[in-house]
């Protein structure tokens, strides 16, 4: 008797655990203040690309975005372009001087979200040693027309540069010419490569050349980060066209499709059918059933 109370329980333990949920998400938020959170990002446990876990995070209504260097307040999503504006707090803009610090994302952010090609980094007050103004000279170039005399001069926070001692380098008559401070246009590559201390420059800035800043005073450029991402092709088309949401097994990172009329999750999608490995997707209600059964079936036996 005691040998059969003793399978009963080894049994119990063993059909629970395999009929237990998988570890994915319980609910997807689809937004964060005003803005939408679809595929490949997720602010819970379990959703979106397991590629993006943990970037995002939504604090009350404010989106954030992190890497190594610290949080970025996110601006914008596109999903039709697949790009992401974030602006960083920290860095200096034509209104407000900061000092500097780098810019850095991690390998795998490298290799999946990292600045697009319209985004410009504005290293200024950089020295006469600077890398970016000897041997590396190439890495600059002018943005949409643009200068960097155009930011001395029409940016309230870099008129200090106009200023300071040593900046007077020849006298023509009764005028005097003025030299600013080295300063570079760049693209994210440079950053990547060379920090801030290596580059030499005091502050940066970075802007966003969308094809409107040609002709327009910096006052009124767009300043912030622009992203591009890519998406991983795991089949969440399927899974979205078949009522689901797009997910992961938040212990394998294994993709899964999030059911909401069943609250259950499938390989693929929320339809049914033979999953990827082979098995056949039974609900969770087909599992429970079936336990109630073997157990009634066992007690009679004992009985």
């Known amino acids: 008797m005691m040998s059969r109370l003793l399978f009963f329980f080894v049994f119990l333990y063993t059909v629970t655990t395999l009929t237990s949920t998988t570890s994915g998400a319980t609910s997807c938020r689809t ?3 005003n803005i939408q959170i679809n595929y490949p ?16 995070n939504c604090t009350s209504t404010d989106l954030d975005f992190f890497t190594p260097s610290g949080a970025y307040r996110v601006r914008s999503i596109d999903y039709d372009e697949n790009t992401m504006v974030v602006f960083d707090p920290l860095m200096s803009t034509c209104s407000i001087l900061q000092p500097h610090h780098d810019f850095k994302l991690s390998d795998i952010q490298n290799a999946i979200i990292r600045p697009s090609y319209d985004t410009v ?30 930011l001395y001069s029409a940016c309230p926070s870099l008129t200090i540069f106009n200023t300071l001692p040593g900046n007077i380098t020849a006298s023509l008559g009764n005028s005097t010419v003025r030299a600013t401070p080295y300063c570079c246009f760049t693209s994210y590559d440079t950053v990547r490569v060379m920090n801030m201390n290596i580059l030499d420059c005091s502050h940066y800035t970075t802007v966003i050349d969308d094809g409107k800043m040609r002709g327009v005073t910096p006052v009124d450029w767009s300043y912030g980060i622009e992203l591009s991402y890519s998406v991983p092709e795991i089949g969440c088309d399927r899974c979205q066209k078949s009522g689901g949401t797009c997910g992961f097994d938040a212990e394998t990172n294994i993709f ?16 049914g059918g033979v999953s990827d490995k082979g098995g056949c997707n039974s609900s969770k209600a087909n599992y429970a059933t079936l336990l109630l059964a073997m157990l009634v079936s066992f007690i009679c036996a004992i009985l």
């Open 31 to 33: 937004s964060c203040g």
């Open 41 to 56: 990002f997720g602010i819970d446990k379990g959703c979106g690309a397991s590629q993006f876990q943990g970037m995002l």
């Open 121 to 150: 980094f504005a290293l200024f007050n950089c020295s006469n040693d600077s890398p970016v103004k000897n041997r590396f000279k190439s890495l600059c170039f002018e943005a949409a027309g643009h200068s960097c005399d155009d």
């Open 256 to 271: 899964l499709c999030q059911c909401p009329v069943s609250n259950d999750v499938s390989p693929r999608d929320c339809g």
